[in-house]
């Protein structure tokens, strides 16, 4: 039995329901029941075998999608993307960079969460949440699953909370939760909550010593924050949180879009 399907097997295994499905016969489709057998999976132990095997999966599909470095930040992005806009804040540097964030080689990459903190339980869903921990690994849902039981309560909206990364390029995730906007129209209280992602995930960075982190969207797409708004709190919040703190650890902040209209947005404001 190849490592893949010892991988599908074994997640079958755990849940009776599954028993009758059948493991498909190409990579991609193996890929694909891998990510969403894992997806649904709720946070519990697995073996040894499993996680070494897991990882060597998750951690060659790293490598053939490509990973940012970011260590010279101009010199790597520029060979991988073109670099579309820099700003300097006192020894920080700010960068735009369109991409897939779970490739970013840096000091932590951002996570847009729901208040469960467990990651995005639909199959294959598209989102940021359900992205990151399909790339990090069961290990991640665990984490977090340890974290919200010490807590004891929901993740409020606009705070921060640092993990490990496991399989991604990067160190740590740093998890938020964003405010939803059902109408699309966010009130006071949701800009200065969304003002408060940013703001928290920048201090929670510095507080751990890190010298780049990478920013998504946070709160736009399904949780329906006007993009334009949401990247003008978002350069704004980090523009000043660099402005009060010029002994801060992070050198390097990375906007991260995967939109052509965001990438836009943020090509005006920086």
């Known amino acids: 039995m190849n490592r893949l399907d010892y991988l599908i ?20 489709g193996k890929r ?3 990510r ?3 997806n649904v999976r709720e ?32 010199d790597a992005i520029h060979r991988v993307h073109k670099p579309i806009h820099r700003v300097r804040i006192g020894n920080t540097e700010l960068l735009l960079w369109q991409g897939d964030i779970t490739r970013l080689s840096v000091g ?17 869903h598209k989102c ?48 938020t939760v964003g405010p939803i906007i059902p109408d699309g129209i966010p009130t006071e209280s949701q800009k200065d909550q969304l003002a408060s992602c940013y703001r928290n995930i920048m201090s929670c960075a510095d507080e751990n010593d890190l010298e780049s982190v990478a920013f998504c969207c946070i709160s736009t797409g399904e949780f329906r ?17 660099l402005n009060a703190h010029p002994d801060c650890s992070v050198k390097q902040v990375v906007f991260n879009v995967f939109k052509d209209v965001d990438r836009d947005i943020y090509q005006r404001l920086l």
């Open 32 to 34: 694909d029941l891998f």
């Open 36 to 38: 969403a057998l894992r």
């Open 108 to 124: 932590a990459i951002v996570n847009a969460a729901n208040a469960q903190m467990l990651g995005c339980f639909h199959p294959l």
């Open 225 to 241: 924050f006007p993009n334009r708004l949401a990247a003008e709190i978002a350069v704004q919040t980090v523009k000043d949180y």
């Open 43 to 74: 946070p519990r132990p697995v073996s040894e075998e499993f996680l070494r095997l897991q990882d060597e999966e998750l951690q060659e599909q790293s490598q053939e999608k490509g990973i940012v470095e970011l260590d010279d930040c101009r």
């Open 9 to 28: 097997q074994y997640l079958i295994d755990e849940d009776s329901q599954y028993a009758e499905m059948q493991i498909p016969e190409d990579l991609q």
């Open 128 to 175: 940021i949440d359900n992205a990151i921990h399909s790339a990090a690994g069961v290990q991640l849902r665990e984490e977090c699953h340890r974290l919200m039981l010490r807590q004891g309560h929901l993740e409020p909206t606009g705070q921060a909370k640092i993990t490990k990364a496991y399989n991604l390029p990067c160190k740590y995730v740093i998890h």
